[in-house]
């Protein structure tokens, strides 16, 4: 973290996880042990259908809630999917764009980037997920690969929309495995995105954006991860569903 030039940033992805009650159920439990510090900005990303709920539990509170997809169309004929717009007026400040799991049911870097040219015009935050594969780790094209991403991920940003942008490295390995990058892998991707950045918009800005680690982040092993000073933040999946580990890893992010 470097909380001098960016912001830190802890989301949580709850996935395909949770009903409408159950989302209800948890923020009353998180909003009961959340900590009231104000060091770091405080995300989740729900299913759709739990988005006003969610909204309605944390409405007096600085937990702004997310979606974990939308489409990349305006409007029109696209049966089961949703518009950024529809997004911004049931309440949500976030949007996933390009987790793994998505991009494995096929979608692609033009859609992922499509998909965030109009989250920005809408005025969301795009959280954009990049990452490796374990063969593509293993082969020594990890950065090559994220390089790669990152930049079909934000073709067409203009300089004043990238500055809301987060990015989230996952390395697709480390993601419901158990298996976490160690804090120095992670932190090695993490700065090669904010190079490719500093390459694409210059020394400000690469030092404004924040970079998310995300892959079985948890409790234990965040305070590490977010003392590497390109890491400036968690984008955290399992560890996002139970309110005690969720405050575990806002609490090590509120760390000195
Ligand atoms: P886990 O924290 O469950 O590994 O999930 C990470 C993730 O995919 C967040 O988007």
Redesign the pocket.
């Known amino acids: 973290m470097n909380r001098k030039y960016r912001k830190t940033v802890i989301a949580g992805?709850w996935?395909m996880n949770k009903t409408p009650s159950e989302t209800k159920a948890f923020m009353n439990e998180f909003k009961t042990i959340m900590p009231k510090g104000r060091w770091c900005d405080v995300a989740l990303c729900v299913p759709a259908v739990c988005i006003p709920a969610a909204v309605r539990a944390m409405r007096e509170t600085r937990v702004g809630i997310g979606a974990e997809n939308c489409n990349a169309n305006a409007s029109g004929a696209y049966t089961g999917e949703i518009a950024a717009n529809m997004l911004v007026d049931a309440g949500c400040k976030y949007v996933?764009l390009g987790?793994?799991?998505r991009r494995a049911m096929g979608e692609t870097d033009a859609e992922v980037n499509a998909k965030v040219l109009t989250a920005l015009e809408n005025g969301l935050v795009p959280i954009l997920?990049v990452g490796e594969t374990l063969e593509q780790r293993e082969t020594g094209i990890t950065n090559e690969w994220i390089t790669m991403q990152i930049k079909s991920g934000l073709n067409g940003v203009a300089e004043d929309k990238i500055r809301k942008m987060i990015i989230?490295y996952?390395p697709i390995w480390?993601?419901?495995?158990g298996k976490t990058a160690t804090a120095e892998q992670a932190a090695e991707v993490c700065t090669s995105i904010r190079t490719t950045v500093r390459h694409l918009y210059g020394a400000r800005i690469a030092r404004s954006i924040t970079i998310q680690y995300?892959?079985?982040?948890k409790p234990g092993n965040a305070a590490e991860l977010l003392a590497q000073p390109d890491i400036d933040g968690g984008?955290?999946?399992?560890?996002a569903l139970k309110p005690e580990q969720f405050v575990d890893i806002i609490n090590a992010a509120n760390q000195e």
């Open positions: 992805n996935k996933i987790h793994s799991e997920c989230a996952e480390a993601i419901g495995t995300g892959g079985s982040m984008l955290i999946g399992g560890a």
